[in-house]
């Protein structure tokens, strides 16, 4: 059994402070997708190659210590408007930079989302994952994967848990797997709505 509830992941993004208004420290949203990371555990080998990639992501925020260039950020979008500042947000994969970063991370919470809300319309406890989180994959991280990558998660879903098996395993009773899971996207889907309006408006969506 994973040791991270499924309340407790709620909690974690509730737990993200906010900073001038609609910025988030970088320090608070990195905690919070370590735990959200732990989840996946409960899935098996199916999520293997997202829950490296979010690790890989988080790393990469770590690494900046809180500085891009020698200038100092404590928040998500001023770490990005220092990338553009600097000209950095093209770098694409080497070296990494927070822009490229933190849109691949929104992206996957975007999958998860859609996945819980595709368990939440079917009310089945027996229903495979698979189902739910194949739809999902193929709406969201599906299109900005490789073809070596897009074979391997579509394959690897097959790996999933029935939909009971898996809310057991994070502690949620199957009379209150839809009103944990709406909480849970009430509380993030701001987040990724905020983040991704911020890339919008930056014309940032397209990074490298």
Known sequence: MTTLTFAELTNDFKAIQVINGDDYTAESFVKALKEFNKIFDAFGAAFYIVQSEVASKV??????QNKINGESFVGLKEMIQLEIKHNLTQTGKYPPNGTRTVIRLVRTLEFFIRMLSNLRANHAAEDCVYYAASEAYSTTLYQYHTWAVRTAASAALYACPY?????THVGVQEDNVNEEVTHFIDM???IVDNLNAFYTKHDLHNVP
């Open 59 to 64: 790393e990469t925020i770590e690494s900046f």
């Open 163 to 167: 939909k009971s098996v898996l809310f």
């Open 188 to 190: 993030v889907q701001p």
